[in-house]
């Protein structure tokens, strides 16, 4: 008999385990499949979830909340990441996850729905290591789970009509966080810049406590509007989160960041951290003198 019901949908699996198979040959690789598996049913079972099915290295399972489902999620990316005999492969073993929040039909044992495809097809959105999910499944969050995600991008998913936010859940912040002594975070507290200041053709726009983000690309609704053939409409954002400043890229062509050193960092859909000061490109590396290029400050 079929029941209707909202659940967290949650599938995992492990990236390139064709490779895998190819670099460690059939029992090897077999071997660092199962242990994935095996990994990913405990956590969910830890975690009040239950496991639908396993496909090969893949694993589809619900939850009541969807706190319970990225609770379990990072769990399952915690214990691959520091499993000794995963860690000591030539290649190592990673898993991805997608999840979402939604409406499914409860039938023999099995999930049918569109949550379900979308819960899928959040999976092949991620990359190795990620947890990604939607807005759905962000707004069913606990306050303290909804500080750890971000948005990366938007992606229009096979059988939608219209693009679809893709959020990132930031597990492994935490889990550096509650590991380190409180001596060691007092020391890093003091150390950690307070304020970022971003300059752009003669104004100014500061991230600190009071305000935590700033949009860029060349649509008019962004804080900092720079037009261009290789931006985007919504090229990046700059986002202050535990005295930590964090450049996330959505564009198509991707940011530059340079030191004052001459160092030089690319990101396309993905982020990295605003350290010191330098200078900000978009789609291009970015000329001192240019009038594209937009400058940062961080200050204790």
């Given at each position: 008999?079929?029941?209707?019901?909202?659940?967290?949908?949650?599938?995992?699996?492990?990236?390139?385990?064709?490779?895998?198979?190819?670099?460690?040959?059939?029992?090897?690789?077999?071997?660092?499949?199962?242990?994935?598996?095996?990994?990913?049913?405990?956590?969910?079972?830890?975690?009040?979830?239950?496991?639908?099915?396993?496909?090969?290295?893949?694993?589809?399972?619900?939850?009541?909340?969807?706190?319970?489902?990225?609770?379990?999620?990072?769990?399952?990316?915690?214990?691959?990441?520091?499993?000794?005999?995963?860690?000591?492969?030539?290649?190592?073993?990673?898993?991805?996850?997608?999840?979402?929040?939604?409406?499914?039909?409860?039938e023999s044992r099995d999930v049918f729905g569109g949550a379900v495809?979308?819960?899928?097809?959040?999976?092949?959105?991620?990359?190795?290591?990620?947890?990604?999910?939607?807005?759905?499944?962000?707004?069913?969050?606990?306050?303290?789970?909804?500080?750890?995600?971000?948005?990366?991008?938007?992606?229009?998913l096979k059988g939608r009509s219209h693009e679809v936010a893709l959020?990132?859940?930031?597990?492994?912040?935490?889990?550096?966080?509650?590991?380190?002594?409180?001596?060691?975070?007092?020391?890093?507290?003091?150390?950690?810049?307070?304020?970022?200041?971003?300059?752009?053709?003669?104004?100014?726009?500061?991230?600190?406590?009071?305000?935590?983000?700033?949009?860029?690309?060349?649509?008019?609704?962004?804080?900092?509007?720079?037009?261009?053939?290789?931006?985007?409409?919504?090229?990046?954002?700059?986002?202050?989160?535990?005295?930590?400043?964090?450049?996330?890229?959505?564009?198509?062509?991707?940011?530059?960041?340079?030191?004052?050193?001459?160092?030089?960092?690319?990101?396309?859909?993905?982020?990295?951290?605003?350290?010191?000061?330098?200078?900000?490109?978009?789609?291009?590396?970015?000329?001192?003198?240019?009038?594209?290029?937009?400058?940062?400050?961080?200050?204790?």
């Amino acid at each position: 008999m079929a029941t209707d019901t909202e659940l967290a949908i949650l599938f995992a699996d492990v990236v390139g385990s064709t490779q895998l198979y190819e670099a460690l040959g059939d029992t090897r690789a077999r071997e660092m499949v199962g242990i994935c598996v095996d990994i990913m049913r405990t956590a969910t079972e830890q975690h009040a979830g239950t496991v639908i099915k396993t496909m090969g290295d893949e694993i589809m399972a619900t939850f009541a909340t969807a706190d319970d489902a990225v609770n379990a999620a990072s769990e399952m990316q915690r214990a691959i990441a520091r499993h000794p005999v995963l860690q000591n492969e030539t290649k190592h073993v990673a898993i991805r996850i997608g999840c979402h929040f939604g409406p499914v039909v409860l039938e023999s044992r099995d999930v049918f729905g569109g949550a379900v495809h979308t819960a899928n097809r959040m999976t092949s959105q991620a990359k190795a290591g990620q947890i990604i999910t939607t807005l759905t499944m962000v707004e069913k969050l606990s306050s303290a789970w909804r500080e750890a995600v971000r948005q990366i991008d938007v992606a229009t998913l096979k059988g939608r009509s219209h693009e679809v936010a893709l959020f990132e859940v930031l597990w492994q912040t935490e889990d550096i966080t509650s590991m380190l002594p409180a001596i060691s975070l007092a020391r890093r507290e003091q150390h950690r810049p307070r304020r970022l200041l971003l300059r752009y053709q003669g104004e100014e726009i500061v991230l600190d406590e009071h305000r935590t983000n700033v949009t860029i690309g060349r649509a008019d609704d962004n804080d900092i509007i720079v037009k261009g053939n290789l931006i985007s409409r919504l090229h990046a954002r700059i986002e202050a989160s535990r005295a930590r400043f964090v450049l996330v890229d959505q564009s198509t062509n991707g940011t530059f960041v340079c030191g004052v050193h001459g160092e030089e960092q690319f990101v396309r859909r993905d982020s990295l951290p605003i350290l010191g000061e330098g200078l900000i490109g978009l789609g291009r590396a970015p000329e001192r003198d240019a009038p594209q290029t937009i400058r940062f400050v961080c200050e204790e």
